[in-house]
């Protein structure tokens, strides 16, 4: 939602090596990508320009996995395996955040946007606001 007020929201991998901090509203907006990746990790998420995520710890635990155009990077942590975070193709100067990865007690409500990443191109030209939701979180 634009213009509401941010809070810090925590988070991090299932055995606690990567820990993050993400200033965003209460109110989430987070994206249920259809692509073959997001469908195989159930990376559902909610996407932050840069300035607003903070690496808190693990700098060193972080692995990353590319593919096809190799502009997203899907980093995991490389003792449990879970990714938390990644940057993601459409926005290439914000990370995307996986919800089921922050701590409770922060979010007050979660709103599900459809993505059809298996036709990604078509997808933004359709939902441009998809590049720009950054602004909105």
Same mark, same amino acid.
């Given at each position: 939602?634009?213009?509401?007020?941010?809070?810090? @929201?925590?988070?991090?991998? @299932?055995?606690?090596?990567?820990?993050?901090?993400?200033?965003? !509203?209460?109110?989430?907006?987070?994206?249920?990508?259809?692509?073959?990746?997001?469908?195989?990790?159930?990376?559902? @998420?909610?996407?932050? !320009?840069?300035?607003?995520?903070?690496?808190?710890?693990?700098?060193?635990?972080?692995?990353?996995? #590319?593919?096809?155009?190799?502009?997203?990077?899907?980093?995991?942590?490389?003792?449990?395996?879970?990714?938390?975070?990644?940057?993601?193709?459409?926005?290439?100067?914000?990370?995307?955040? #996986?919800?089921?990865?922050?701590?409770?007690?922060?979010?007050?409500?979660?709103?599900?946007?459809?993505?059809?990443?298996?036709?990604?191109?078509?997808?933004?030209?359709?939902? !441009?606001?998809?590049?720009?939701? #950054?602004?909105?979180?």
């Amino acid at each position: 939602m634009a213009g509401e007020v941010k809070v810090r @929201h925590q988070g991090g991998c @299932h055995c606690g090596a990567i820990r993050f901090e993400v200033m965003a !509203p209460s109110t989430l907006t987070v994206i249920d990508c259809n692509c073959s990746v997001c469908v195989k990790k159930q990376n559902k @998420h909610f996407i932050v !320009p840069l300035d607003n995520f903070k690496l808190v710890k693990g700098h060193d635990a972080i692995k990353t996995y #590319t593919f096809n155009k190799h502009t997203a990077k899907h980093n995991f942590c490389s003792n449990c395996g879970v990714q938390a975070f990644y940057i993601p193709r459409s926005n290439p100067n914000g990370y995307g955040v #996986t919800i089921h990865c922050l701590d409770e007690g922060t979010v007050k409500k979660v709103k599900y946007e459809k993505f059809d990443g298996k036709n990604w191109e078509q997808a933004m030209e359709k939902n !441009p606001h998809i590049a720009a939701i #950054t602004a909105k979180q």
